[in-house]
């Protein structure tokens, strides 16, 4: 599953009104309850970020009228009075800390409809004892002002919504120092104006062990300090962190979100995802890119403020003489797919803001990596257009329409109206953090392969419909193309062969 890169190797606009009033925040950010967005040194006005974490909205003081108060000195009290209640029963959790009884697989099983509604001071604290807050297959289940913490969920894992049922609203709630990840998701879900803080893993795992995730929406949260456990090196190459992982989602919206200082990648799609919009996010100081959009198609996204990301991950691996172009925005194997049904046929990334970053977007093909390959790491799935895995060999895999169907391609990227600015004191490196990538490697395997040779490098370079135009850039930036080897200065990126970024500009000496 995941990271090909292993294999060779977003100024924004506020965060809407429209989203506080559908997330109850009190206060527009930036307009009271939180210090307003200052001019960065781009020029560009930061955009305001959701401090939900700092600032979480208190739940109701007295309980709802007909709701089933929860006793937090009596243990299991939640559990017991979710199972002895009918469905679509309402739960009002004291102040204190609830617990449930000491068995690892102890936990909450709601019925369709359900909701959970904590008191200020409401904590469910799993006492680093049971793996599982909130499970079961029930629809429609709403958790709201409630803090989480303390579970110890394996690895993939998650403690709430831990079945991945559809329907589930999570609002306000603080899920914290949870091992695994914090929570999953189905479809239909709704997570808005909640902290997802200092989770082992992941601060949402977007997974479905059967079927696809539908009609998502990650909205006005904090992704803040996930996988503590650190798992990349525990597991080198694994692919399995993020402050948000999203896998087979098809059709999701990730807006108003501030997404920083995680270990490892801030959002990052992986696996035949299709139909994203992710917008007006503030993206900062993750230690991996700040997005990866890998193996998936269709996708918009623009107004994202995106600054600081990289830095550990991208040193890293410069140190090591690795020449890959590892950038903050990682576009890998995906691209635009006229027949998926979509709100988009291509992937469109434009008026973000990308500011003192490791490198800049880069637009990757493994050409190794296809369906049936052996070096294909998403675990023997095929692309959306190939159901079969078995169908990609010899000698089918060699004539359309499988040639084309069995690749992941990145191919109708269009990237465009966004501002680069990159101050190489500020990020502190010599070389390696200037870069704009388009490029595959030289196929070689397996034997059978018919991508041997530099057929993919040059497909992604001249033929798939990859364009940048019309982007400021500041500062020193250098362009790849085709393979690591060809470093570009901007008048070779903008010539014949290449014919990139027509209409824009660049001012080596305004990055600092």
Known sequence: MGNS?????????PLALALL?????????????????????SGARSTPVARVCAHPTAGPAKAPAGAVSVDPAVVDDLAAKTRNSPPHTTFWLRPGKHRLDPDRYAQVIPKE????????????????????????????????????????????????????????????ATIQDNSGAGLMAGSRQGVRASCLRGNGQYGMNAYKATGRISGLVVEGNEIVGNNTGDWERRRKGCGCTGGIKFWAVDGADV???????????????????????????????????????????????RDNAIRRNNWVEGRRAADSGDSFPFATVYLSESGGEPRLKARTDKIEIYRNVLENNWSGITLWENADRFCNSPANTSSGDCTLLVRDTGRCAKPAISKAPLYADCRWKTQRVDIHGNRFVLDKSAVRCAAMCDRMALLANYGTYPHWSPYQGEGVADAITERQHNRWHDNVYLGPWQFVAHDPSRVLDFGQWQSTPYQQDAGSTLDPRAGG
Request: glycine share 12%.
């Open 5 to 13: 890169r292993r294999h060779w190797a977003l100024a924004a606009a």
């Open 21 to 41: 009033a559908a997330t109850g925040c009190e206060s527009a950010p930036g307009t009271g309850a939180e210090p307003a967005a200052a001019p960065s040194s």
């Open 113 to 172: 409809g359900n909701r959970y509604l904590g008191a200020p001071g409401a904590v469910l604290d799993g006492r680093r004892t049971n793996q599982y807050a909130f499970g079961g297959t029930s629809r429609n289940v709403t958790i709201r002002y409630l803090t989480v913490q303390g579970f110890v969920a394996p690895q993939d894992e998650g403690v709430v919504n831990h079945d991945s049922a559809d329907g589930w609203v999570i609002e306000h």
């Open 255 to 301: 807006r108003g979100n501030w997404v920083h200082d995680n270990r490892g990648t801030g959002l990052w799609a992986d696996t035949n995802n299709n139909d994203f919009r992710i917008e007006n996010n503030t993206l900062e100081a993750n230690d991996g890119a700040a997005l990866i959009y890998e193996t998936s198609y269709n996708a918009v996204i």
